[in-house]
């Protein structure tokens, strides 16, 4: 059955009225992704906007089990959650590691790429704000070419970003999808996928953050949308594998009306110094994802 | 079934820490190939895979990782046992602090190795010293026998005061030389040690959130209750460290009944009866230390060893005890802090202010990098140090480095 706003679980994990920015796509993807979990869950967290989000001892904004872990060691605290488990015999609890970019494609590339190699059982999302959210909105190697960050505030960022999800794909895992924060139900039975399966599942979810970003509060889902519309963000899946793509990209790539990425560009106070070049580039960079995509989806 | 039999065996140090791991039956082992370590990963690995130790062993891609699983692993039940040396006990340096400041009773072997620039893989102390104000407990082994109970006792010590415990012997001296050990059966371990209590599990029937972002004052939960802040929570640290040499003396006598072998006190006393000069050691040194009082002794003066088994929490009334009647102490580091002198010179004299006591005190730095000391450099170290007792001049602003400059 798909999920619809009707059958989705009314139970909430996280509640509201936490200490996120208004129109904080992060908090809208992760009540999706606890919902997905039904609770049965152990969360681990590095530094970033999501520890902010968890609340202040001794008040938190989840109902779940979670540590914090420090901010290089996501993928390894997780593999010693499954680890402890498994040697106490406790079957039954999904493992959930969730960073941001900063934590994932910077400082703890290391311990989750060495998780993924072991193929470590649980479920790793990276939510993807491009920047050092927690920290004010400094570069990281997910914020792309032009965009002004603290770390690049008159020039704009001088290199593209890394394809974490591609680099992820590579370890031979059993499950790597994207999803979007604008997009909850597809990221929902996305997640309700990756329960399913064993050993290393990778999320990438795009969620767009109103301040690091400069777009007004009240635009967050409408930029998201905007993103997949451009093929910025494009979502799909790859099990074992296959490559799918899913919700809104799927529609998009049938009629085949990407809109320019210029489009998604002008909307934000990020990229108001980008030049013709660099915004070509981007279109590029973009358009050659979507080739590939095209190219591998098995459902078109 | 633990697959070793019980009895004497000749074992280097690095095989007594991983019998002793395997004998406290831990759960979850996580560690990175370092020298001189390297054969604990390994042997660890063969007990598992060979189906001699039922535990989860996790072949992380770094030190930090390794104590991230422990971390982890530990606060979803499970008992854990790490090792390291040298450069990677320092890339572990931020979870150390992380493992004690969430009182988790992780237990680390570390085979005290020099630390780079320039690479060396010998030994010295300055990897443990320099991790001496991350919240651990320290034991320092002077035999292979040493590492082997001190291993065990030191889950019942951390799981009792919760508070981790770093296990610490000399690269080489022990960890690379076989030394007869006697190996308790499985079952009389068992009877020591009862199975690790987590004082909080992650559990999705009681949701806890761990080590969140704690505010520097008091603040009330939900139901109004005030709840401590990252101050408090710090001070609590420092008080389990403060008691936990009572705990430490307990277990180890508890072991002594037990096995035969009694770890009753923080320190090894050697000869201080009657000792006016006392030398100062820890680790292997401590052993070397005694055959130099020995020979002092045959050279007409009256001299003892005061050997450091547990440098955290450091014994301060017990050191105060033991050299009270010491006119001279001469104090051997393994390592230094850079700009002052070495770590238990400094903490020798701190409990000996106010104390009374009037010791002339030496300080000498020998050992760096795996230079190698003898008992008759030691006693030539003390028999400079003697003029010093003659003139009275009680302290030295630095120490003196035993080596060719
Ligand atoms: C070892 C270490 N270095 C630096 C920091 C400071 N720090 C905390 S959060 C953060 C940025 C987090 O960025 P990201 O992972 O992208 O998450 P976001 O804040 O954007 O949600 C940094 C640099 C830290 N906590 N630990
Ligand atoms: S800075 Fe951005 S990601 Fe962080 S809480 Fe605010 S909106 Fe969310």
Redesign the interface.
Same mark, same amino acid.
């Given at each position: 059955m798909k999920t619809s706003p009707v059958n989705l679980t009314e139970k909430e994990y996280l509640l509201p009225g936490n200490r996120v920015c208004p129109g904080c796509a992060l908090s809208l993807a992760y009540r999706h992704i606890l919902k997905a979990l039904d609770g049965q869950v152990i969360v681990t967290v590095p530094a970033s906007c999501l520890t902010v989000l968890h609340g202040m001892y001794p008040v938190t904004s989840v109902t779940v089990p979670c540590v914090n872990t420090p901010f290089a060691s996501t993928g390894a605290s997780a593999t010693g959650l499954v680890a402890g488990l498994k040697a106490l015999g406790k079957k039954d609890l999904t493992v959930l590691a969730i960073a941001g970019d900063g934590g994932t494609h910077d400082i703890g590339i290391q311990a989750l790429s060495g998780a993924a190699e072991r193929q470590s059982d649980f479920i790793y999302v990276c939510y993807d704000n491009e920047g050092y959210m927690n920290t004010g909105n400094q570069r990281s190697g997910s914020t792309p070419l032009g965009a002004i960050s603290g770390t690049t505030p008159i020039l704009g960022k001088q290199q593209n970003q890394k394809d974490m999800t591609e680099i992820m794909e590579a370890h031979g895992i059993p499950y790597v999808a994207t999803a979007n924060a604008s997009y909850p139900l597809d990221l929902y039975e996305k997640v309700r996928k990756a329960k399913a399966i064993e050993g290393t599942r990778f999320i990438h979810v795009f969620t767009p953050c109103p301040p690091g970003w400069r777009f007004p509060f009240s635009d967050t889902i409408r930029i998201g949308e905007l993103a997949v519309q451009t093929g910025w963000d494009v979502l799909y899946e790859v099990e074992n594998g296959a490559f799918r793509l899913t919700s809104a990209s799927e529609p998009i790539a049938r009629k085949g009306n990407l809109r320019p990425v210029r489009e998604y560009l002008a909307e934000q106070g990020r990229f108001k110094n980008i030049t013709e070049e660099q915004i070509s580039e981007l279109q590029a960079r973009v358009n050659a994802r979507w080739q590939r995509c095209l190219d591998r989806a098995t459902n078109l | 079934m633990l697959g070793s039999k019980a009895g004497t065996q000749i074992l280097d140090g690095n095989h007594a820490a991983a019998v002793g791991a395997k004998l406290s039956r831990v759960? =979850?082992i +996580?560690a990175y190939p370092i020298t001189p370590q390297s054969p604990v990963t390994e042997k660890l690995s063969e007990y598992v895979e060979g189906g001699n130790l039922k @535990? %989860?062993y996790? +072949? #992380? %891609? *770094?030190e930090? *990782?390794?104590l991230? #699983?422990? *971390?982890? +692993? *530990?606060? #979803?039940? @499970?008992r854990?046992f790490t090792a390291s040396s040298s450069h990677g006990l320092a890339y572990m340096h %931020?979870?150390l602090h992380?493992v004690a400041g969430t009182r988790l009773p992780v237990i680390l072997a570390c085979v005290n190795r020099a630390i780079g620039a320039p690479w060396n893989v010998l030994n010295d102390q300055q990897d443990s010293i320099s991790q001496r104000d991350t919240g651990w407990i320290q034991i320092y082994a002077r035999t292979n026998q040493e590492i082997l109970d001190s291993v065990i006792q030191a889950y019942k010590i951390a799981e009792t005061v919760y508070v981790p415990v770093m296990v610490c012997y000399d690269g080489y001296i022990l960890s690379h030389t076989e030394m007869p050990v006697d190996v308790p059966s499985p079952r009389d371990v068992d009877s020591f040690l009862p199975p690790y209590k987590p004082h909080t599990i992650?559990?999705?029937a009681?949701?806890?959130?761990?080590?969140? =972002?704690?505010?520097a004052n008091p603040? =009330?939960? +939900?139901e109004g #209750?005030l709840?401590h802040g990252y101050m408090e929570i710090r001070y609590l640290l420092q008080e389990a460290l403060q008691n936990a040499g009572e705990t430490i003396a307990s277990v180890g006598r508890e072991f002594g009944g037990l096995f035969g072998r009694s770890y009753a006190s923080m320190l090894w006393e050697y000869s201080l009866d009657d000792a006016e000069i006392v030398i100062v050691a820890m680790g292997s040194l401590a052993m070397e230390a005694i055959v130099a009082a020995d020979t002092l002794r045959d050279e007409g003066h009256r001299v003892g060893v005061l050997g450091l088994r547990v440098f955290r929490p450091f014994p301060k009334s017990d050191v105060v005890t033991a050299l009270k009647k010491a006119r001279l102490v001469v104090v051997f580091d393994k390592n230094i802090s850079y700009g002052s002198e070495g770590a238990t010179c400094s903490e020798i004299k701190s409990a000996l202010y106010g104390s009374g006591a009037n010791a002339v005190i030496r300080n000498f730095v020998v050992g760096l990098g795996g230079r190698d000391i003898k008992a008759r450099e030691l006693a030539g170290a003390v028999n400079k140090s003697l003029p010093a007792l003659k003139e009275g001049v009680l302290n030295d602003e630095y120490p003196e480095w035993i080596c060719h400059i």
């Open positions: - | 759960q =979850v +996580a @535990a %989860e996790v +072949a #992380v %891609e *770094s930090h *990782s390794a991230a #699983v422990c *971390s982890s +692993a *530990s606060l #979803v039940g @499970a854990t %931020e979870m992380w992650l559990d999705p009681n949701p806890r959130n761990y080590n969140l =972002v704690t505010l603040r =009330v939960n +939900a #209750v709840c």
